[in-house]
Antibody, heavy 114, light 106 residues
Framework: EVQLVESGGGLVQPGGSLRLSCVAS????????MTWVRQAPGKGLEWVAN????????SYVDSVKGRFTISRDNAENSLYLQMNSLTAEDTAVYYC???????WGQGTPVTVSS | AIRMTQSPSSFSASTGDRVTITCRAS??????LAWYQQKPGKAPQLLIY???TLQSGVPSRFSGSGSGTDFTLTITYLQSEDVATYYC?????????FGHGTKVEI
């Protein structure tokens, strides 16, 4: 069974940093693109970033470029999202997803507030 | 970025109805389109990819069509468990973009 389990969310002050993790199991992680998607409270889905299986290609939505970094550790079946210079607009539930989204984690909430 | 416009934004239907949701891309995306269902408090679930291919395990009452800029998601014989918000997403170019969602109520 495919499982994606996110962690690392929480309350952080504006300007702060947070690192999200997503541990994958039940499939060959090393062969899949992986994606982060977020959803602000009461809002729709927003694609954030994705990464190629070998980590050699990464793409981001403009609003996080230069602040967020997606990475992966294939030996640990793990996906990461390093988030810096956080603002209130980054408050959301963050989901990791496999590929275009055929499997999703349960999400981890991030709240940016003083 | 490609803009995805869904319509309607919400509506109410009856069980057994045939329901159609439309999604329009601001430029051609071939068939690089997916549809997701999201129930309250839950993660999204992939329904359709490549515009018309049903994801494994998804009931056959869901179907998708379209190419280029205009796409539709159809639910034949709406059931109570289909109450959810539905999103389209293009994966033709970066950044990937979602429609704003269509909330279906009964």
């Amino acid at each position: 069974e495919v499982q994606l389990v996110e962690s690392g969310g929480g309350l952080v002050q504006p300007g702060g940093s947070l690192r999200l993790s997503c541990v994958a199991s039940g499939f060959n992680f090393t062969t899949y693109w992986m994606t982060w998607v977020r959803q602000a409270p009461g809002k729709g889905l927003e694609w954030v970033a994705n990464i190629k299986p070998d980590g050699s290609q990464k793409s981001y939505v403009d609003s996080v470029k230069g602040r967020f970094t997606i990475s992966r550790d294939n030996a640990e079946n793990s996906l990461y999202l390093q988030m810096n210079s956080l603002t209130a607009e980054d408050t959301a539930v963050y989901y990791c997803a496999r590929g275009i989204g055929d499997s999703w984690g349960q999400g981890t909430p991030v709240t940016v507030s003083s | 970025a490609i803009r995805m416009t869904q319509s309607p934004s919400s509506f109410s239907a009856s069980t057994g109805d045939r329901v159609t949701i439309t999604c329009r891309a601001s430029q051609g995306i071939s068939t690089y389109l997916a549809w997701y269902q999201q129930k309250p408090g839950k993660a999204p679930q992939l329904l359709i990819y490549a515009a018309s291919t049903l994801q494994s395990g998804v009931p056959s009452r869901f179907s998708g069509s379209g190419s280029g800029t205009d796409f539709t998601l159809t639910i034949t014989y709406l059931q109570s468990e289909d109450v959810a918000t539905y999103y389209c997403q293009q994966y033709y170019s970066y950044p990937r973009t979602f429609g704003h969602g269509t909330k279906v109520e009964i």
